[in-house]
């Protein structure tokens, strides 16, 4: 089984490298993508660069190009739900665009044509999540992630796209990575580790905690992989 797990920053996968062991290393096309294998399964490991384009380009080049048949994305998000503080984690039941708006057309918020506005996650990966996350005695809150190419720091804008969507928490690049994903039949799981709750102090806390959530992130992948290893 070749799985791929990906990150946007190099925080975030750093911990997995330095807990995998040794890696083949292969760049192509302006990322880095590290191979390696554990407990019999494959692993190709990368870093996207932040964003929908930069996510939605590593997300298709580890299916295409290294055949990965399914997809675990580690990282770090800013919080909505009050229930998630710092350090928290939340896998994504289901994920939307929050800056996409051709609402001028009449379309509601987040929809494009022939698109999905919420795309759900693998129902298999999040029985191994919950398993995972009682072993652990983890609290794991399981949401709607709204992802775009805007790092939040602003109460308003929070505001909205908690209401608009329901969203538990938000990033920047979840749903790219869901739609690659959902579009080539990958099943795919997101979890994020809160790093802070997208208000004024967001910039000052994402700098802060990003190290030590991703890792919080980076721990329960890998106890994903001991599962899925069996
Ligand atoms: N990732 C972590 N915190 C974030 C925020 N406040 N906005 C966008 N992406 C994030």
């Given at each position: 089984m070749k799985i791929a797990i990906m990150g946007a920053m190099v925080e975030e996968i750093t911990p997995l490298l330095e807990a995998l062991g040794t890696h083949r290393k292969t760049e192509y096309a302006g990322?880095?993508?590290?191979?390696?294998?554990?407990?019999?399964?494959?692993?190709?490991?990368?870093?996207?660069?932040?964003?929908?384009?930069?996510?939605?380009?590593?997300?298709?080049?580890?299916?295409?190009?290294?055949?990965?048949?399914?997809?675990?994305?580690?990282?770090?998000?800013?919080?909505?739900?009050?229930?998630?503080?710092?350090?928290?984690?939340?896998?994504?039941?289901s994920l939307c665009q929050h800056d996409v708006d051709i609402t001028a057309f009449g379309h509601p918020d987040g929809f494009i044509p022939e698109g999905k506005l919420f795309i759900k996650s693998d129902d298999a990966l999040l029985v191994i999540a919950k398993e995972v996350a009682s072993q652990m005695d983890k609290n794991?809150?399981?949401?709607?992630?709204?992802?775009?190419?805007?790092f939040v720091a602003d109460l308003k804008r929070k505001n909205w796209i908690a209401d608009t969507f329901a969203a538990d928490a938000l990033e920047m690049e979840g749903a790219?990575?869901?739609?690659?994903?959902?579009?080539?039949?990958?099943?795919?799981?997101?979890?994020r580790a809160i790093s802070d709750t997208a208000d004024m102090d967001?910039?000052?806390?994402?700098?802060?905690?990003?190290?030590?959530?991703?890792?919080?992130?980076?721990?329960?992948?890998?106890?994903?992989?001991d599962k899925l290893a069996v």
């Open positions: 990322n880095v993508y590290y191979e390696v294998e554990y407990k019999g399964l494959e692993l190709v490991i990368a870093y996207s660069k932040i964003g929908k384009v930069f996510s939605t380009l590593t997300a298709a080049t580890m299916i295409e190009k290294f055949g990965a048949e399914k997809l675990l994305f580690s990282g770090v998000a800013g919080g909505i739900n009050p229930r998630l503080k710092i350090g928290d984690l939340i896998a994504a039941t794991l809150l399981e949401g709607v992630i709204a992802t775009g190419d805007q790219s990575v869901a739609v690659v994903c959902d579009a080539l039949d990958v099943p795919f799981f997101i979890l967001a910039g000052f806390n994402f700098d802060k905690f990003l190290e030590s959530s991703a890792k919080e992130s980076a721990t329960f992948i890998i106890k994903m992989l």
